[in-house]
Nanobody
């Protein structure tokens, strides 16, 4: 069974940092592009960042550029989302997803498309 498990969500004050992890089981992440998405209260799903299977290509939503960094450790079968300078508007449930097609994940940042594997999410709350 293909599974992704997110972790690292927490309560943090504005300006703080968190690192989210997305760990795969049942398959090897090295063949898959990974995307992070979030769903905030009263908002629709938003694409946050994506990374290609090699790690050589990344994309970010304008709202997180310069603050968030996506990376991957294929040896650990894990992807990471480093989030710095967090703002209250970053509060959301964060999900990772995997697909062998990098362009498909890129398109999913701004449209509702099918991706092969989704995690269950981890909650980030940014508040003073």
């Amino acid at each position: 069974q293909l599974q992704l498990v997110e972790s690292g969500g927490d309560f943090v004050q504005p300006g703080g940092s968190l690192r989210l992890s997305c760990t795969a089981s049942g398959f090897s992440l090295e063949d898959y592009a990974i995307g992070w998405f979030r769903h905030g209260p009263g908002k629709g799903r938003e694409g946050v960042s994506v990374i290609s299977s090699s790690g050589g290509s990344t994309k970010y939503a304008d709202s997180v550029k310069g603050r968030f960094t996506i990376s991957r450790d294929n040896g650990k079968n894990t992807d990471y989302l480093q989030m710095n300078s967090l703002k209250p508007e970053d509060s959301a449930a964060y999900y990772c997803a995997a697909d062998k097609d990098f362009q498909e994940i890129v398109l999913t940042m701004t449209s509702n498309r099918y991706l092969e594997v989704w995690g269950q999410g981890t909650v980030v709350t940014v508040s003073s």
